[in-house]
């Protein structure tokens, strides 16, 4: 059984995962209005997968007999000046869910819910691949895909998941 405070943490990563898919989705559509289809399919798909996440928190907490709620979400910003800006506002956002993350796996750890912790375990793993991912998108753009949006935009499906192979092989 959660405990309360365990519960309501829990709870409001629901709340960030579900922003995090409103937020790559909003991305998405103005990517897409700008023409760039490689980079709205990257942020479709990335959509998808936060929307995955937060399904985990909602079943996790239904599981172990708290009660997930669904929140209302912020709406996301529309508009970007350019594909960097929108790339740097992911691994800002990664940054910040990697830290509210952290922050229940304290939690756990201070009330000895270890089932938790181990439940967590996944997504400090994934939030490596999260921030690294993001990283190597705005690395390619520093060695010139910014003036060459059309190879990049091409090109931005082949990065999804290069960071943790590469990690993977080090
Ligand atoms: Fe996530
Ligand atoms: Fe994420």
């Given at each position: 059984?959660?405990?309360?405070?365990?519960?309501?943490?829990?709870?409001?990563?629901?709340?960030?995962?579900?922003?995090?898919?409103?937020?790559?989705?909003?991305?998405?559509?103005w990517?897409e209005?700008?023409g760039?289809?490689?980079?709205?399919?990257?942020?479709?798909?990335?959509?998808?997968?936060?929307?995955?996440?937060?399904?985990?928190?909602?079943?996790?907490?239904?599981e172990?007999g708290?009660?997930?709620?669904?929140?209302?979400?912020?709406?996301?910003?529309?508009d970007y000046?350019?594909?960097?800006?929108?790339?740097?506002e992911?691994?800002?956002h990664?940054?910040?869910?990697?830290?509210?993350?952290n922050?229940i796996?304290?939690?756990?750890?201070?009330?000895?819910?270890?089932?938790?912790?181990h439940?967590?375990?996944?997504?400090?793993?994934?939030?490596?691949?999260?921030?690294?991912?993001?990283q190597?998108?705005?690395?390619?753009?520093?060695?010139?895909?910014?003036?060459?949006?059309?190879?990049?935009?091409?090109?931005?499906?082949?990065?999804?998941g290069?960071?943790?192979?590469?990690?993977?092989?080090?």
């Open positions: 059984m959660l405990s309360k405070r365990i519960e309501a943490i829990c709870n409001r990563q629901v709340e960030r995962e579900g922003y995090s898919s409103n937020l790559y989705l909003a991305m998405a559509s990517a209005n700008q760039l289809t490689g980079v709205a399919g990257w942020f479709y798909v990335q959509s998808d997968e936060e929307r995955v996440h937060m399904l985990k928190f909602i079943k996790y907490i239904n172990r708290g009660q997930s709620i669904i929140p209302d979400f912020k709406k996301p910003p529309v000046k350019n594909v960097e800006e929108a790339f740097n992911v691994l800002k990664e940054q910040f869910i990697t830290a509210s993350i922050e796996v304290s939690l756990t750890l201070e009330e000895k819910d270890y089932n938790t912790n439940f967590l375990q996944w997504f400090v793993m994934e939030q490596n691949e999260e921030e690294a991912s993001a190597a998108i705005i690395d390619k753009l520093k060695l010139g895909g910014k003036n060459h949006l059309y190879v990049f935009d091409k090109d931005i499906m082949l990065l999804r290069t960071a943790s192979k590469e990690q993977a092989a080090t």
